[in-house]
């Protein structure tokens, strides 16, 4: 086991529970620890750099819950995940919606789904690790690596930032607020690092989440305010439809404002699995179609005039 190895503490009352979780993780390459006590899980996050807890929700000295909140409070970057019965998943779905909990998984559980959950744990504790005190070459990089699992977004938070910046130039903003638009941009989707295909493929709620996983590892990594807002609420809409705090009009953060023209725009001009490209007519055409309900209808025509004078500039 490597020395950099991740630590992952399980907490369970049930010595047979933690017997089967040490022997789905045999030949993991994590270094795992159990307790079945709540108050030794809390001195092992004290003494040790523990990447990733997992706990039960229902113990006898300490909720689940309640447990995760302390250990948030000792180490803000360690991962949680609550382990959960049927009878407990409403408390479940509040915590990750709360931002308490990143996810949760039931009894009896699939062992590859366990598996795959502390993996994917494990890789949003190294993101958030990857972005304490990186520059912006690395933090690009690190974006650049986000979209490695899918081949068609390749270059979709350059560009971006890229569209981004132009119109935040436009509007004469600060350089402090100029640099939090462009790492923002280039951040916006970190919060699906980790998520599986098949979660991101599906439309339903939970991956409506990752803008809020998102917008919490850039936080506990002092990326700034600004930067912060754009990975939270760049999903939100001008109408208040969007999520994941339903912000309407200029309650929205102008950085978040900004950069969500910028991500449909690209969106639209880029294929995805689902559909092919439109042409930037076409793309146009749906920007005017949301102004006013995606988005900020002023932004919109500044950035659909900054393209055409770019358009003409390049004839």
Known sequence: MSANADIVL????????????????????HRIMTTGD???????VKKEPVSVVVSDQRMPKMQGIELLEKVKEISPPTVKILLTGYADLATAVRAINSGE??????????????????????SRFALQRSLEGADEAMLLAIAEM???????????????AEYSIRMAEILTVD????????????LHDCGKIGIPESILNYTGGLVRNHSQW???VVRLADMGNEATNVVLCHHERYDGTGYPRQ???DDIPLEARIVA??????????????????????????????????????????FIDMLSTCRELDQ
Request: glycine share 4%.
């Open 10 to 29: 399980f907490v369970d009352d049930e010595p047979m529970i933690l017997r089967s979780i040490e022997r789905v993780f045999l030949n993991s390459p």
């Open 38 to 44: 709540a108050e030794q899980a809390l001195e092992i």
């Open 101 to 122: 909990v990143f996810r949760f998984i039931q009894k009896p559980w699939e062992d590859a789904e366990l598996a795959e959950l502390v993996e994917s744990a494990c």
């Open 146 to 160: 986000i979209e490695l699992k899918d081949p068609l977004t390749q270059g979709h938070c350059k560009r971006v």
């Open 175 to 186: 350089k402090n607020l100029l640099r939090c638009i462009r790492v923002g941009a280039w």
């Open 214 to 216: 998102g917008a919490e």
């Open 247 to 249: 912000l309407r009009g």
């Open 261 to 302: 023209v910028a991500d449909m725009y690209d969106a639209v001009t880029s294929d995805r699995s689902y559909r092919k490209k439109r042409t930037h007519e076409e793309a146009v055409a749906i920007l005017r179609q949301e102004q006013g309900r995606a988005l900020d209808p002023v932004l919109t025509q500044l």
